[in-house]
């Protein structure tokens, strides 16, 4: 029997995959093999089309990711559920939005509690670099409150025509063929407080999972493992005149007292600063590294008081599976947060936006049944999108984030305009900033001396320690 077989990928590696590989068949004989090989391609529009009623969709999770992906649903003819358990959620996250975001996601500006213009990067040794003399007069980095935006998304969804329930997903019973439902098991509460609520099932064609860290629905799919950092966050009331200096002003501190391989932050809200820090590599003394976050800040934030405490795991590259059947993961739960300066509001939204955009396309407007090749359409887009970014920050995380010395190193660079420039282009429109090779000699001429001098101050610092 003459065959072709394709491998599969899913997104940034090549999928492992226990299922029996998919034949393409173009010949019904088995004795005598056509002369010519011929590939066929199955267009989406292939898969069954629905009757009485349009194709259904379930979104694990009401964060950023969630709500994009609902609202994105519903607007496009989905029969839309989105199952969240916290309402009121408050994610301990530093809460930093680009500038494109407001506007690709058409945000109100009444949720964004300040526009930093300015920020301070100080080195391990307290030497603070003055950043953001490149920003243009309508350019700012948003700040906001996850629970301000993440119901603002959720009710966008809900005007949409999504079902928002207020549940926790416990598990799925997976399909044995392509065309037959998900049964998501979960616990309804009505918004009711506390309580285990009331066991509940829903049978959806398609389920995208923007459940965090934690993914149930990962785990579903047997997505695998990733590292993640833990993120530890106070929030802290600060008097008036001291509220005043961090009015558009934001604060990121490198060493190896606030964080072995990250930074600790002091970043504006409404009517106080979050002051927090994270690890991979420590876990187990994260609420040292705070305190020493805390420490660095003191005198800014003297007299505050703690008015909320946070924590919450942060993945550190993307899961091996992203992808399986009808089923795909979005945000955190994908493992869509970049390593270095730890972002994952923006991609979480657009990879739930990107995802539901790859269902409402498939289905033809929630006409047609999807299939696993509609969704993997995302997964292409997205890599193709992102994935140099995520090297780039990558590897500035494992060369500068490494010693105290490379961290002198690297906020020496941020003294550098070309660097701000580049560095806050790439940041608010989300995209590697073209350079001036001229200017990009310069750099590299300067990060090597840059290094070199750390280098040299390393070796000096173990001399001492001996």
């Known amino acids: 029997m003459a065959s072709m077989y394709l491998k599969s ?5 090549q999928q492992v995959s226990t299922e029996k590989p998919h034949y393409f068949f173009t010949s019904q004989s088995q004795t005598k093999p056509p002369r010519k090989l011929k590939l066929q ?3 989406s529009k292939s898969s069954p089309r629905l009757t009485n009623r349009n194709l259904r969709v379930a979104v694990i999770g009401g964060g950023p990711a969630g709500g994009a992906a609902a609202e994105t649903l519903a607007k496009g003819g989905i029969e839309t559920y989105l199952i969240e358990r916290k309402m009121d959620n408050c994610k301990p996250c530093g809460g930093a939005i680009p500038l494109c975001m407001v506007g690709e996601f058409d945000l109100p500006l009444d949720i964004i509690d300040r526009r930093v213009t300015k920020m301070k990067m100080i080195s391990p040794s307290n030497v603070a670099v003055d950043i953001g003399q490149t920003l243009k007069p309508h350019e700012y980095i948003g700040m906001v409150r996850r629970e301000v935006l993440d ?22 019973d ?10 998501l098991h979960y616990n309804g509460f009505d918004g009711k407080a506390g309580g ?5 099932t829903l049978e959806v064609d398609a389920v995208i999972g923007a459940d965090g860290a934690n993914s149930r629905v990962a785990k579903a799919i047997d997505a695998g493992d990733y590292d993640y950092a833990i993120a530890f966050q106070e929030r802290i009331k600060i008097p008036d005149d001291k509220m005043a200096y961090y009015e558009d002003l934001a604060e990121m501190y490198v060493g190896d007292d606030v964080s072995p391989d990250f930074y ?21 003394d994260i609420k040292k590294f705070q305190l020493a976050t805390r420490k660095r800040a003191k005198d800014k934030i003297l007299g505050g008081k703690i008015i909320r405490v946070e924590a919450h795991p942060i993945p550190e590259h993307p899961r091996p599976r992203r992808l399986l059947g009808r089923v795909a993961l979005v945000g955190d739960a994908a ?6 300066s730890g972002e994952g509001i923006y991609f979480a939204a657009k990879s739930g936006r990107m995802c539901a955009e790859a269902i409402v396309e ?62 806050f282009d790439s940041y608010l429109y989300k995209t590697v900033a073209p350079g001036n090779p001229l200017q990009d000699l310069k750099l590299a001429v300067n990060t090597i001396g840059s290094l070199v001098r750390a280098n040299a101050l390393k070796k000096e610092m173990d001399k001492l320690s001996v």
């Open 264 to 284: 600790g932050w002091v970043f504006p809200k409404c009517d106080h600063v979050a002051v927090g820090t994270g690890t991979v590599t420590h876990k187990g």
């Open 362 to 423: 498939g289905s033809e407007n929630g006409k047609r049944m999807v299939d696993e090749r509609d969704l993997r359409k995302y997964l292409e887009k997205w890599d193709k999108t992102y994935w140099p970014t995520y090297k780039v920050l990558d590897v500035l995380q494992k060369v500068f984030y490494r010693s105290n010395p490379a961290r002198e190193a690297f906020v020496e660079m941020c003294a550098d305009e070309y660097v701000q420039k580049m560095t």
């Open 335 to 340: 493992g869509y947060v970049t390593k270095c």
């Open 9 to 13: 990928f899913v997104g940034l590696r």
């Open 174 to 183: 997976v399909p044995k063929d392509g065309v037959s439902p998900y049964v």
């Open 151 to 172: 119901a603002y998304l959720r009710e966008r969804a809900k005007d949409n025509g999504a079902e928002v329930i207020n549940g926790l997903f416990l598990k799925m």
């Open 41 to 43: 391609v199955f267009a």
């Open 196 to 200: 285990v609520g009331e066991k509940r």
